[in-house]
């Protein structure tokens, strides 16, 4: 039940991008279309449950039995610098043409301050344990992908919509996620 | 380029908020009022600058090819630098910023500038880009934060404009998104009418 009131709340009462503000440059960078939104999503929900689960690993065996917990901002998003890496190795071997389609968002997932903020959540705010960060990380990186292929969905309709002059392009997205925020704030009633 | 022109192009032309949308989420995660996003930008431009210096002066040591990781350890430093002071200086802005200080070193902003400037140029000219572009960047949380919170809790800067408490879904989270759209499109308007 724990676990299940866990996944629920981060894919949809507290969702990273929506509740959160967290990893929102992917957000608006890669949403305009729904096949290359789809793989970025993919490979953050890798990326950010393998990170949560190595930097959980860290903190507690390296850096609270050393006394070190001030270097947790940079031994972290080295961590994460060196697995995004990996990641990007094994895609331009494995898809090339998602490697072409997710451009230069990939070695920006590194700068995605979710995967680093979801680490820090899992392990200094919430305090969990190494199971419960695992599920987290991973409803956590769901509720980003969720929400970013939903966002894409909108926007390519939006291509088609008559809009005003000056909210063209970017204006309008962001009213979009506004809206998109506020439909999702319907769910914090189920926690 | 002139120094001048280096150090005003962060506010208008080259706004990292309003025109090159970097740095989105401490953006719509702090601004919940003035003050908070008027502290978080100031952090992020101390940050920027100091990164910018020491970037300016290590670029010829820094093999390319690790760059980046390089960079990114420089940026942690600083941050690690300011959590510390923040912590035990301003314990108020520390724990309504909360997660949003050590995520500072995944702003794109800041990395963003070590790459495109700083690693290019000399270290004065990286102090006014940073200097520019980190106030720029408090200017755009400041207007955020104030807009958010005139219209959320009716006031400014803990100062009451009207009486009541306003609509509070421009505090939450969809009233970031949407002010921040109508902002983006005001400045867009501006830039187009100076244009012509």
């Known amino acids: 039940m724990e676990y299940i009131l866990i996944i629920i709340s981060a894919i949809f009462v507290n969702n990273v991008v929506l509740s959160r503000f967290l990893g929102l440059c992917p957000f608006f960078g890669v949403s305009k279309q729904v096949e290359t939104a789809a793989g970025m999503g993919g490979a953050v929900v890798f990326v950010m449950t393998v990170a949560t689960i190595v930097t959980y690993l860290l903190q507690k065996y390296i850096l609270i039995s050393f006394n070190i917990e001030y270097m947790q901002t940079i031994t972290f998003i080295l961590v994460i610098a060196a697995l995004v890496q990996l990641v990007e190795i094994i895609l331009k071997k494995v898809s090339p043409s998602l490697y072409q389609a997710l451009g230069i968002f990939l070695p920006l997932i590194t700068t995605n301050c979710a995967v680093l903020g979801v680490a820090i959540i899992a392990v200094q705010t919430e305090g969990y344990d190494l199971i419960k960060s695992t599920v987290f990380a991973i409803a956590s990186a769901i509720g980003f992908a969720l929400s970013l292929v939903i966002f894409a969905g909108l926007r390519e309709q939006l291509e088609l919509a008559d809009v005003p002059e000056g909210m063209k392009g970017v204006p309008i997205a962001f009213i979009t996620a506004g809206l998109l925020a506020l439909a999702f704030m319907g769910f914090s009633g189920i926690a | ?196």
């Open chain 2, 1 to 196: 380029m002139n120094k001048l022109k280096i150090f005003t192009k962060g506010f208008f032309s080259e706004n990292a908020v309003f025109v090159m949308l970097l740095g989105l989420c401490p953006t719509l995660g702090t601004t919940t009022s003035a003050i908070n996003g008027l502290g978080m930008g100031l952090a992020t431009t101390f940050v920027l600058v100091m990164s910018n210096i020491v970037v300016s002066l290590v670029k010829k040591q820094i093999p390319d090819k690790v760059r980046i990781p390089a960079f990114i350890v420089i940026i942690a430093s600083f941050v690690t630098i300011v959590e510390l002071t923040m912590q035990a200086y301003i314990p108020d802005l520390y724990d309504v910023l909360g997660l949003f200080i050590p995520l500072i070193v995944v702003n794109c902003l800041i990395l963003g500038r070590a790459e495109a400037f700083a690693s290019k140029n000399n270290i004065i000219n990286s102090v006014l880009d940073g200097l520019g572009m980190g106030l720029g960047f408090s200017m755009a949380l400041t207007m955020l934060g104030a807009v958010r919170e005139i219209l959320g809790s009716g006031s400014v800067f803990n100062i009451k404009i009207y009486e009541g408490d306003g609509a509070l879904v421009f505090v939450l989270a969809p009233g970031a998104f949407i002010v921040l759209g109508y902002l983006i499109a005001f400045v867009n308007r501006l830039q187009k009418r100076k244009n012509i």
